[in-house]
């Protein structure tokens, strides 16, 4: 639907504000990481609520699919830039950051003040199960819904969560690959154009593989005893140079906070990630616990400062291409491509983390129930993540 101008400029302030507040609510109560996350703004912006049109969702999935950064709050930015601009995607950023950051934060201070929170591991027993339902039904919702009966998405879909069971992990290279192989085979864009789209297809991969085989091994040593600089820098390298959803920062974060700069010891990380598995919003804000950790709330700043400015300049940078470009058909073609191929990975990644989460018969029936309760009931998911955190608490220390 297209608006007149006037329209526009009346109904835009509004239609900002309702995003900030929803944005605001979804880093409050938004649980199960980045795969859910991005299927709660599916279903809550697209599907329930028609604050944004499927175009709009798709183009902001893709555009944060293929540059680095964590999915969750690179999407979340670039829905913001699309419907508000830079004042948009800075309002709706903070909105879904700042209340998990204020979470963490509170929990860093307990952490320090009483000498860990073995808590957290017997309510993770339960919410670990719970977040695979979660992390399912998204990945059910956003397939059915892309995919539609389209057998090159559904071929695209296949590939994508083989890859991501046999990897482990999410492929940068390979959303590239599915956007030219939809490009290919439903937009053929004529030889030489293809010729071109194909080259520039490989020149980002290559360009990918070396950020991540090269810069990843970059030192930040060389700043010597300055802690905070320290703090600085190596979360603004891991915001700029590790593809793939929130999660898959997690290795990343480990061997060079754990193994590389010795700030926290394998048990201190594995807390840390429990943090941000059981607060809400984007996975990656585990990075402001580590900071606490390493330098005190001014090194939970600088962790999160460091690890979100690169996701918002690699996003708005490229977005005013892609918003100008959106009904182009082979862009068309290539956004359905790599959103099939997330729809793929988020499915895959429940496979994979169904190995970590599901390890026993109480975990397999709390997952168990709560696919359940969400598929016939339609339940909340923050009731569901509160139900089963008191499960975890009952049936751990059972």
Not at 166 to 181: C, I, M
Not at 216 to 235: K, M, Y
Not at 260 to 278: C, M
Not at 341 to 362: E, H, K, N, T, Y
């Amino acid at each position: 639907m297209t608006d007149s101008s006037a329209s526009d400029a009346t109904q835009r302030p509004a239609s900002l504000r309702t995003l900030v507040f929803y944005f605001l609510k979804l880093g409050t109560i938004g649980f199960g990481g980045p795969a859910a996350l991005v299927g709660y703004m599916r279903k809550d912006l697209v599907d329930e609520g028609h604050l944004i049109d499927e175009g709009t969702y798709n183009l902001s999935l893709a555009l944060a699919q293929i540059m680095p950064g964590p999915l969750a709050a690179q999407t979340a930015i670039a829905i913001g830039y699309f419907q508000g601009g830079m004042l948009g995607a800075t309002l709706v950023g903070l909105a879904f950051i700042l209340p998990s950051f204020l979470m963490v934060l509170g929990l860093s201070w307990l952490y320090v003040a009483y000498g860990g929170l073995p808590w957290m591991q017997t309510l993770f027993y339960g919410i670990g199960a719970v977040v695979i339902a979660i992390i399912a039904m998204a990945a059910y919702r956003l397939a059915r819904v892309t995919n539609k009966r389209e057998p090159v998405l559904w071929g695209i879909f296949a590939a994508l969560f083989l890859a991501t069971l046999l990897s482990q992990t999410e492929l940068a290279v390979l959303f590239l690959g599915a956007g030219l192989v939809a490009v290919l085979l439903r937009a053929w864009p004529g030889r030489t154009r293809a010729l071109l789209l194909s080259l520039a297809c490989g020149l980002g991969a290559l360009l990918i593989w070396l950020m991540e085989t090269f810069l990843l091994s970059a030192s930040t040593a060389s700043v010597g005893d300055n802690v905070l600089l320290q703090v600085l820098l190596f979360f603004t390298k891991a915001g700029a140079f590790v593809f793939g959803s929130g999660l898959a920062i997690v290795p990343f974060l480990q061997q060079g906070v754990v193994h590389e700069l010795g700030w926290l010891n394998d048990r201190q990380f594995l807390d840390a990630v429990a943090v941000a598995l059981i607060t809400p919003g984007p996975v990656v804000i585990t990075v402001a616990f580590i900071g606490y950790l390493v330098a005190g709330v001014a090194g939970a700043a600088l962790a999160a400062v460091g690890i979100f400015l690169p996701v918002y300049v690699f996003t708005i940078v490229p977005a005013p291409w892609f918003r100008r470009h959106r009904d182009n058909p082979q862009l068309k073609a290539f956004v359905a491509g790599a959103t099939a191929a997330a729809s793929g990975a988020i499915a895959g990644a429940v496979v994979v983390l169904a190995q970590r989460a599901i390890f026993d018969v109480p975990t397999a029936i709390i997952a168990a129930v709560g696919l359940t309760l969400l598929w016939r009931f339609k339940l909340q998911e923050p009731v569901l993540v509160a139900g089963a955190g008191i499960a975890g608490l009952l049936l751990f220390r059972a």
